[in-house]
């Protein structure tokens, strides 16, 4: 089982940023499908969720500039970042939950700063 992250970096406050996370040797459409993140020296946070249906919830802290889809095609579940603020750096990880198994990424990192 691999999930895999791409797209973080370094992007000015107000910018934005696409994370993706691959997905193999999973069924993916029976996963919830997570994104997470963790600042340093902070405990890792729920930052958004999908569920196999398509349901999504997300913190506080990023409704309305968040926004969490998938492609149970393409295996892969996003994470579309809006105006972005130096308090959302952190390094971003994707989590697959069935329930029965839990499969962690190895996290992007994603500075906001100008």
């Known amino acids: 089982v691999q999930l895999v992250e791409s797209g973080g970096g370094l992007v000015q406050p107000g910018g934005s940023l696409r994370l993706s996370c691959a997905a193999s040797?999973?069924?993916?459409?029976?996963?919830?499908m997570s994104w997470y993140r963790q600042a340093p020296g902070k405990q890792r946070e729920l930052v958004a969720l999908?569920?196999?249906?398509?349901?999504?919830n997300y913190a506080d802290s990023v409704k309305g500039r968040f926004t969490i889809s998938r492609d149970n095609v393409k295996n892969t579940v996003y994470l579309q970042m809006i105006s972005l603020k130096p308090e959302d750096t952190a390094v971003y990880y994707c989590?697959?939950?069935?329930?029965?198994?839990?499969?962690w990424g190895q996290g992007t990192q994603v500075t906001v700063s100008s």
């Open positions: 040797g999973i069924t993916f459409s029976r996963y919830v």
């Open positions: 989590k697959a939950d069935s329930s029965i198994r839990l499969y």
């Open positions: 999908i569920t196999s249906g398509g349901n999504t």
